[in-house]
């Protein structure tokens, strides 16, 4: 069984390659791979389901490798020898190595990716499952994380292993229980809070040959010249191409001035419905689907300059934003306890907002990362 998981693996590979190559495979050709290497009719005949799991587990790969503190994600693939060693251990998806404290030190963790698909509201993990997991990162000397992609929401959570209770033959955590738990920020996974005015200020022209740098037009006013960002409504700083989908897939806008000259009309407007906080990962998938890098109906996910760029491009933009960095204080645990301290052990606003929280968390929990503010509770 070992094996033929494996080569359901490889074909969803070779589909994944020629989706890249910009030479997708058809439907057909994807059984006919199939039927050459996989002998049980069974795995065939679920192979959609294999593919959503493995492209979830590849979206973790792709999204959480722009996070600023991670340094390497290595895939650890399926296959075990000899294959008894299955009723004793299960070997993750990934080792992650991550920066820890003053940056100049790294750490390793273990991942195990999970696509939680549909309207499902929890996780559950077979004891058998929990065990085998369990017993090889203790085997490894290292934790281990469940990161989970809920896929309703377009949102990973990150989660210890010791962070999920035990029922009658399960494992099991809720969505609510796996955001409250959550330890992304050890990888530099920023909440980003959005709390101060911002205008936008955009030129269009109605000239239909015009040159300009920007790709996009709109719908009513024509080709962008000018847009840019301000937050006295005075200063205006100028936002590239890449830069304005992160505007357009994050804010709403509501126009307070517009003024035309001829062929060309100005646009001035100011950010409403503050504020907007955002996971950096989740704000940089919504990036990705704005600029069609990402597609969420089979969560492939392009491998181009854009994607490489994503968090720098979104984390300018945050800045021009005023933007502020906080972090998720998880609830306690001793896996929590022992990776929020090996990361910021030495800053001691955020572990002192940690210690004090930890108790008692009546609602989710933000340190600032400046220290400037303490903590905010949603």
Partial sequence: MANEIQAVRNVYDIMKASKDNGSPL???????????????????????????????????MQIYSLLPW??????????????????EYQVVDYEVIYEIGDYKHTKCILVEAKLIDGDKKTH????????????YA?????????????????????????????????????????????????????????????FRKSRY?????????????????GSVLYDGISSNGKDYEKLCFLEIPVLDCAFDFKENHIATDGNVTELIETMEKMPYVYRLSNLILKYLLKTYCYNPLDMYCSDNDVVKNAFNIVDTV???????????IPKNNSTTDRLFQTQFGNVRHII????????????????????????IIL
């Fill in 26 to 60: 058809t439907d057909d050709c994807i059984q006919m791979l199939l039927k050459h290497t996989v002998t049980d009719p069974c795995l065939i005949n679920k192979y959609k389901r294999f593919e959503s799991g493995f492209a979830a587990e590849d979206l973790f």
């Fill in 205 to 221: 022209t109605s000239e239909k040959d015009s040159q300009t740098e920007y790709m996009h037009m709109h719908e009513q006013y």
């Fill in 70 to 87: 991670v340094r390497l994600i290595t895939p650890l693939g399926q296959e075990q020898f000899p294959e008894t060693s299955k009723e």
């Fill in 318 to 328: 945050r800045r021009k934003c005023n933007g502020k960095k906080y972090y998720l």
């Fill in 138 to 198: 203790e085997n490894k000397h290292e934790d281990v994380l469940y990161a989970l992609f809920w896929r309703k929401y377009g949102l990973w959570t990150l989660v210890p292993i010791e962070a999920y209770s035990e029922k009658s033959s399960t494992y099991k955590i809720s969505f609510e229980e796996a955001f409250r738990n959550d330890v992304s920020s050890i990888f530099g996974d920023y909440t980003y809070f959005f709390m101060d005015t911002v």
């Fill in 352 to 375: 002192d907002a940690y210690k004090r929280t930890k108790k008692e968390l009546k609602g989710v929990s933000f340190v600032s990362h400046d220290g400037f503010e303490d903590i």
């Fill in 124 to 135: 559950k993990i077979k004891k058998c499952q929990y065990d085998v997991l369990r017993n």
